[in-house]
């Protein structure tokens, strides 16, 4: 037998150096090694034969190999863990690598220090430490002190219950994540203290000793002790004794607030306000946001269908000064030019067939705020003039009316077409266009952008999943690659009615090809026309969108119009349109 192997192999847990992530290894009090584990062995590249009775400081050549430093030796002097230390060190192979060194020292019935327990950690690989670890309570008291060691300088939290789902053990790091002392909840219900997202569904405990699957690394919320949300990923596995007999299960979870942090520090670095992009062409965009939101000066928005115009007016409003004002938008094209002049500047009692009562316009409406004029080459010539006459004077008339009424409104318009050669072509007056484009920016369109395809499919998984309370979803590698290799005509909405779309007929986590409308699957190549000679695939796509949640809900238009975030009557305009009534 090994020297000292009974500290891993006389243990109820059989194979624990296979379970752990971390390198854990037992040094004697003059500080020879006397046990490594496999952990220990990948990650400094000896096995553990060729480093028995060896000092730790000749396999761990590191600056930390000093009295002052060395977290074994400081554990020996103090008589307590030294913790959090973290030394880069030289592997077998002479690769230099970051470890994350804990040391505790054990001790006999008499005080006197037994072994030094150090466990280290490779930082480079802390993403997927832990996720697979399964343990088993000790039976005899000494054992329990010995994993006890080992289990208080781990970072997860661990905890054990028995077959009644009672709290039977929490280490360290637990107490740490939750807020709760061990001695607090030993006895009571995991459910009644960890307040997950999963007890009342897919709980991993419940499902681990009901004799289903192993669960690991399954993402979800509990709450603290102060009833803060915490996001956590957990694994579980069953716990027995020695001989086989259950005693319970034990589940382990990793504190996701740093990731999520800097995942959401990540996002913001790509994202302005609902703007997704991290393309050289989106940082213009959202650069050009920012220095012209301060200002007052009009901004014209150029850009394909789909492509965001909507998002980017808003994002210059609710950055500017005017942000807590009114932002009101207009779409030039949805209406008749005698309605759309009352609809803009308001119009008075009597002032044509139908105008019962006086009402105030649009333009009235965003008084202080901002004006969003979508569509704006859709504007008639007599509206245009009208139009440059506000830009100019920052005054109007209503409908019916001479008298001229001051507004302080900040105009952003938009248009899908080329606005330069409508001048050029006489459809629209070039004075108005100048006093519209004092700032022109222009959103690529997504085909050009196809990096940023990712971030958007994460951005609109996450706020479909959100919406719907259900559990997170992914795309396969095969279904990104469908997206990848799709020319988008309609652009970013586009893709967001395809994955939302998916979302609805996917009913596990792993969004596939075939779950995306029929453009979409063929191995990734779109069945479509090319984009030039295909200007419907939007609205197909939308259609299908709505046909797919109808499905979905048997013909409950309130689900449906709920599952599509959106009014039951603009469902019903859309099956109106669709002939889907």
Same mark, same amino acid.
């Given at each position: 037998? !090994?020297?000292?192997?009974?500290?891993?192999?006389?243990?109820?847990?059989?194979? $624990?150096?296979?379970?752990?992530?971390?390198?854990?290894?037992?040094?004697?009090?003059?500080?020879?090694? =006397?046990?490594?584990?496999?952990?220990?062995?990948?990650?400094?590249?000896?096995?553990?034969?060729?480093?028995?009775?060896?000092?730790?400081?000749?396999?761990?050549?590191?600056?930390?190999?000093?009295?002052?430093?060395?977290?074994?030796?400081?554990?020996?002097?103090?008589?307590?863990?030294?913790?959090?230390?973290?030394?880069?060190?030289?592997?077998?192979? &002479?690769?230099?690598?970051?470890?994350?060194?804990?040391?505790? +020292?054990?001790?006999?019935?008499?005080?006197?220090?037994?072994?030094?327990?150090?466990?280290?950690?490779?930082?480079?690989?802390?993403?997927?430490?832990?996720?697979?670890?399964?343990?088993?309570?000790?039976?005899?008291?000494?054992?329990?002190?010995?994993?006890?060691?080992?289990?208080?300088?781990?970072?997860?939290?661990?905890?054990?219950?028995?077959?009644?789902?009672?709290?039977?053990?929490?280490?360290?790091?637990?107490?740490?994540?939750?807020?709760?002392?061990?001695?607090?909840?030993?006895?009571?219900?995991?459910?009644?203290?960890?307040?997950?997202?999963?007890?009342?569904?897919?709980?991993?405990?419940?499902?681990?000793?009901?004799?289903?699957?192993?669960?690991?690394?399954?993402?979800?919320?509990?709450?603290?002790?102060?009833?803060?949300?915490?996001?956590?990923?957990?694994?579980?596995?069953?716990?027995?004794?020695?001989?086989?007999?259950?005693?319970?299960?034990?589940?382990?979870?990793?504190?996701?607030?740093?990731?999520?942090?800097?995942?959401? @520090?990540?996002?913001?670095?790509?994202?302005?306000?609902?703007?997704? &992009?991290?393309?050289? &062409?989106?940082?213009?965009?959202?650069? $050009?946001?920012?220095?012209?939101?301060?200002?007052?000066?009009?901004?014209?928005?150029?850009?394909?269908?789909?492509?965001?115009?909507?998002?980017?007016?808003?994002?210059?409003?609710?950055?500017?000064?005017?942000?807590?004002?009114?932002?009101?938008?207009?779409?030039?094209?949805? =209406?008749?030019?005698?309605? =759309?002049?009352?609809?803009?500047?308001?119009?008075?009692?009597?002032?044509?067939?139908?105008?019962?009562?006086?009402?105030?316009?649009?333009?009235?409406?965003?008084?202080?705020?901002?004006?969003?004029?979508?569509?704006?080459?859709?504007?008639?010539?007599?509206?245009?003039?009208?139009?440059?006459?506000?830009?100019?004077?920052?005054?109007? @008339?209503?409908?019916? @009316?001479?008298?001229?009424?001051?507004?302080?409104?900040?105009?952003?318009?938009?248009?899908?077409?080329?606005?330069?050669?409508?001048?050029?072509? &006489?459809?629209?007056?070039?004075?108005?266009?100048?006093?519209?484009?004092?700032?022109?920016?222009?959103? +690529?369109?997504?085909?050009?952008?196809?990096?940023?395809?990712? #971030?958007?499919?994460?951005?609109?998984?996450?706020?479909?999943?959100?919406?719907?309370?259900?559990?997170?979803?992914?795309?396969?590698?095969?279904?990104?690659?469908?997206?990848?290799?799709?020319?988008?005509?309609?652009?970013?909405?586009?893709?967001?009615?395809?994955?939302?779309?998916?979302?609805?007929?996917?009913?596990?986590?792993?969004?596939?090809?075939?779950?995306?409308?029929?453009? #979409?699957?063929?191995?990734?190549?779109?069945?479509?026309?090319?984009?030039?000679?295909?200007?419907?695939?939007?609205?197909?796509?939308?259609?299908?969108?709505?046909?797919?949640?109808?499905?979905?809900?048997?013909?409950?238009?309130?689900?449906?119009?709920?599952?599509?975030?959106?009014?039951?009557?603009?469902?019903?305009?859309?099956?109106? !349109?669709?002939?889907?009534?």
């Amino acid at each position: 037998m !090994k020297p000292d192997s009974h500290i891993f192999n006389n243990t109820p847990i059989p194979h $624990l150096n296979d379970l752990l992530a971390d390198g854990v290894m037992t040094l004697a009090p003059d500080l020879r090694i =006397l046990a490594f584990n496999h952990a220990a062995e990948r990650i400094m590249g000896y096995r553990e034969e060729e480093v028995l009775n060896r000092r730790c400081s000749e396999i761990f050549q590191s600056e930390a190999c000093t009295e002052e430093k060395c977290p074994a030796m400081q554990a020996l002097k103090n008589r307590k863990p030294s913790v959090h230390e973290c030394y880069t060190v030289r592997t077998k192979e &002479g690769q230099t690598i970051p470890l994350y060194i804990n040391a505790v +020292p054990t001790f006999d019935d008499q005080g006197h220090i037994l072994h030094i327990v150090q466990t280290f950690r490779n930082l480079l690989e802390m993403k997927d430490v832990f996720m697979n670890m399964r343990r088993m309570i000790h039976e005899s008291q000494r054992e329990h002190k010995q994993l006890k060691a080992i289990l208080s300088s781990i970072a997860d939290g661990v905890f054990t219950v028995d077959e009644q789902f009672r709290v039977t053990s929490l280490n360290q790091a637990g107490e740490r994540i939750t807020g709760y002392k061990e001695e607090e909840i030993l006895g009571k219900e995991c459910a009644a203290i960890f307040r997950s997202t999963l007890c009342k569904g897919e709980c991993p405990v419940r499902n681990v000793l009901e004799g289903r699957e192993i669960i690991a690394r399954c993402e979800c919320t509990i709450l603290n002790r102060n009833h803060e949300v915490i996001p956590v990923s957990v694994s579980a596995a069953l716990l027995r004794t020695a001989d086989g007999k259950l005693m319970g299960a034990v589940e382990t979870f990793q504190d996701l607030s740093l990731i999520q942090h800097l995942s959401n @520090e990540l996002q913001e670095k790509y994202a302005f306000g609902n703007i997704i &992009g991290k393309t050289p &062409g989106m940082q213009e965009v959202y650069s $050009l946001i920012t220095d012209v939101a301060p200002t007052d000066a009009n901004v014209l928005i150029c850009g394909e269908t789909g492509t965001g115009k909507d998002l980017a007016a808003r994002a210059i409003h609710y950055n500017s000064p005017r942000r807590e004002k009114p932002f009101i938008s207009v779409n030039c094209a949805a =209406l008749a030019e005698t309605l =759309l002049e009352s609809e803009l500047f308001g119009q008075v009692k009597g002032a044509y067939t139908n105008a019962i009562r006086d009402r105030e316009g649009r333009i009235g409406k965003a008084e202080g705020g901002t004006l969003f004029l979508d569509e704006i080459a859709e504007l008639a010539p007599r509206l245009q003039a009208k139009l440059l006459k506000f830009l100019e004077k920052r005054e109007y @008339e209503r409908v019916g @009316e001479s008298i001229s009424r001051k507004a302080d409104v900040r105009i952003v318009a938009a248009t899908n077409k080329k606005l330069a050669e409508l001048v050029e072509s &006489g459809e629209f007056r070039s004075d108005l266009f100048y006093r519209l484009s004092v700032v022109a920016i222009h959103l +690529p369109p997504l085909r050009n952008r196809v990096e940023d395809i990712p #971030l958007l499919v994460d951005h609109f998984l996450q706020r479909f999943c959100d919406e719907k309370k259900s559990s997170p979803k992914t795309l396969t590698t095969e279904a990104l690659n469908a997206l990848l290799d799709y020319p988008w005509p309609g652009n970013v909405r586009q893709l967001e009615n395809v994955l939302s779309y998916a979302t609805i007929r996917c009913t596990g986590k792993r969004v596939l090809s075939q779950h995306f409308p029929p453009e #979409l699957q063929t191995g990734g190549k779109p069945i479509l026309q090319p984009y030039e000679k295909n200007r419907f695939s939007l609205a197909e796509t939308e259609k299908q969108v709505i046909e797919a949640a109808l499905k979905e809900y048997n013909g409950n238009r309130r689900a449906a119009a709920d599952a599509l975030n959106m009014s039951r009557a603009s469902l019903w305009r859309r099956m109106k !349109k669709f002939r889907l009534l």
